[in-house]
Nanobody, 125 residues
Framework: QVQLVESGGGLVQAGDSLRLSCAAS????????MGWFRQTPGKEREFVAA????????NYADSVKGRFTISRDNAKNTVYLQMNSLKPEDTAVYYC??????????????????WGQGTQVTVSS
């Protein structure tokens, strides 16, 4: 079992930056692919970014490429999402997710086994 706890969300203005953190406990963190997703009311959960076990490979949604950076610190059991140049359309609940066994930076929610409770990010115009 893996427990994930997100933090770092908040209310910011367009153009600002935020860094989300996701602390993991339970099984060995370094054996999991980690991902970030986001969701707004009435919409499906949307892929944002993912990172391989070692951090050597990353994948981003086109909508955040060049603005967001995913990283991980396996010594601290934590994955980060640095979000720069935030836009109002980035407003959502952001979820951290962990994928076991397969070291592929998957982009669909169904590929992930564990989820955090989410953290709200609100970007005002």
């Amino acid at each position: 079992q893996v427990q994930l706890v997100e933090s770092g969300g908040g209310l910011v203005q367009a153009g600002d930056s935020l860094r989300l953190s996701c602390a993991a406990s339970g099984r060995t963190f370094s054996s999991n692919v980690m991902g970030w997703f986001r969701q707004t009311p009435g919409k499906e959960r949307e892929f944002v970014a993912a990172i391989s076990r070692s951090g050597a490979r990353t994948n981003y949604a086109d909508s955040v490429k060049g603005r967001f950076t995913i990283s991980r610190d396996n010594a601290k059991n934590t994955v980060y999402l640095q979000m720069n140049s935030l836009k109002p359309e980035d407003t959502a609940v952001y979820y951290c997710a962990a994928r076991e066994y397969i070291n592929l930076v998957a982009t669909t929610p169904q590929d992930y086994n564990y989820w955090g409770q989410g953290t709200q990010v609100t970007v005002s115009s």
